[in-house]
C-alpha cells in the first residue's frame, strides 16, 4: 500500500512539475536554430513564425543562422542544445528525410536526436519544360523517353537534392531512363532548360512560376497528393496516373529530445494557431508556401518516420553519396 502511495505522490509531482514548466515557459529568450542561410524560404518563415511567438509568449524568439551541409549543420547543433524548449529548430525535409542517408557522417539521429512539434508550411513543386521542346504533356515525355531511353536529360540542383531525387522517383515509377544532369543551384539549372539544354527539371513552384507565367517554361504536372493552390489548372503526377506520387519541400518545427511533453504540446497549440492567422498565411503565400499542419505531435512523429523511409528509397535508387 505505501509503495502504492508513494507511486501515485510521484506521479503528482511529476504533473505539478510539468504544469509549471508550461505556466514559467519561456523563462528566458528562445533561440530557434536555422540550418539554412538569410534570405532563404526556411530563414523567412522562421522569422514570421518568431515574431508572432514573441508576442504570445513574452519573450523574444531570436532567429540563428547555422547553414551547412545541407541544413544538417544547424540540425546538429540543435539536437546537443539543451531540452528546456529555450533552444528550437526550424528544419525541412533534407535534413531529416535524405540527408541521413546521402551524407556517411551526421552527428544527429533524425529519428530520435529531437521532440516533434509540428509541421509548418509546405512548398510545392512542379516539373517543367521548353514550350520549344517538343514535350507536350507528362505523358509525351513518358512515350518519348521510353522510346529512346536515355536520350532525354533533367537538370537537378546537385545530387541528392530534392529536384534530384523527384525526378529519380518518377523515372522509377514511369519505367523510363533520362540522363540527369546536376547543377550547383536553381538559378543556372532553370536558365539552361529555358535555353533548351536540358529537357526538364522538377523544381519549386517559388522559382520556376514566374517563368511560367511569362511563357518561357512550360508546366507538365506539379509534385504533391492535391493540386497547388498557385497553378490551379496544372495536374499533379499522381492524378495523372501515378498514384501515391508525393514530393515537395516541407517545414517543421522541432525541440532536443527530451524537452517536456507539456512545452512541446504548448508550442504545437501556439504553432497551429499562428499558421491560421489570415496574416501569416499572406506572407507564406508572397513565398510561394503552402500552410501544412499536423493535428498533434505524435502525427507529426509518424511522418517523419514516413519520410525518412520515402526518401531513403529515392537515394538509394538515386545512387546518390557525398562523404
Keep these: 500500500m505505501k509503495k502504492i502511495i508513494m507511486f501515485m505522490c510521484c ?30 524560404a526556411t530563414d523567412t518563415v522562421a522569422r514570421i513564425m518568431a ?8 519573450k523574444p524568439f531570436i532567429i540563428d543562422n547555422k547553414p551547412g551541409q545541407g541544413g544538417s549543420l544547424g540540425a546538429g547543433v540543435a539536437a546537443a542544445a539543451a531540452p528546456d524548449g529555450h533552444t528550437l529548430l526550424l528544419s525541412a525535409t533534407a535534413p531529416f528525410a535524405t540527408n541521413p542517408h546521402l551524407y556517411s557522417k551526421l552527428n544527429y539521429d533524425s529519428r530520435k536526436s529531437f521532440a516533434p512539434i509540428g509541421l509548418v508550411t509546405w512548398l510545392p513543386y512542379v516539373m517543367v519544360t521548353n514550350p520549344k521542346s517538343g514535350i507536350t504533356s507528362l505523358q509525351d515525355l513518358i512515350d518519348k523517353a521510353k522510346a529512346e531511353p536515355d536520350k532525354y536529360t533533367y ?18 515509377q514511369a519505367g523510363i531512363k533520362m540522363v540527369h544532369v546536376p547543377y550547383k543551384g536553381s538559378s543556372q539549372s532553370q536558365t539552361d532548360v529555358i535555353a533548351g539544354q536540358v529537357d526538364v527539371t522538377f523544381d519549386t513552384v517559388l522559382t520556376l512560376q514566374p517563368h511560367i507565367k511569362a511563357g518561357k517554361l512550360k508546366a507538365l504536372a506539379t509534385g504533391g497528393l492535391t493540386r497547388t ?12 496516373g501515378f498514384k ?7 517545414l517543421g518545427l522541432f525541440a532536443p529530445a527530451g524537452t517536456p511533453k507539456a512545452i512541446v504540446e504548448r508550442l504545437h497549440k501556439e504553432l497551429n494557431i499562428t499558421m ?23 502525427e507529426f512523429e509518424e511522418f517523419i518516420q514516413s519520410e525518412y523511409v520515402k526518401w531513403g528509397q529515392r537515394v538509394k535508387e538515386s545512387g546518390a553519396k557525398i562523404e
Excluded at 515574431?51 to 513574452?58: L, Q, Y
Excluded at 498557385?230 to 499533379?236: K, R
Excluded at 501515391?244 to 516541407?250: E, S
Aim: proline fraction near 7%; charged fraction near 15%.
Design 276 to 298: 491560421q492567422e489570415p496574416e501569416v498565411i499572406k506572407k507564406l503565400q508572397g513565398l510561394g508556401s503552402e500552410t501544412l499542419l499536423s493535428k498533434n505531435p505524435a
Design 229 to 240: 493552390s498557385f497553378l490551379p489548372d496544372v495536374p499533379t503526377v499522381d492524378e495523372l
Design 51 to 58: 515574431e508572432r511567438f514573441a508576442t504570445k509568449f513574452g
Design 155 to 172: 537538370a537537378s540542383i546537385g545530387n541528392g537534392a530534392t529536384t534530384h531525387l523527384m525526378m529519380s522517383m518518377f523515372c522509377s
Design 11 to 40: 506521479l503528482l509531482a511529476y504533473g505539478l512539475a510539468q504544469a509549471q514548466n508550461v505556466s514559467n515557459y519561456p523563462e528566458k529568450n528562445v533561440t530557434i536554430i536555422v540550418g539554412f542561410p538569410p534570405g532563404t
Design 244 to 250: 501515391g506520387f508525393n514530393g515537395g519541400a516541407w
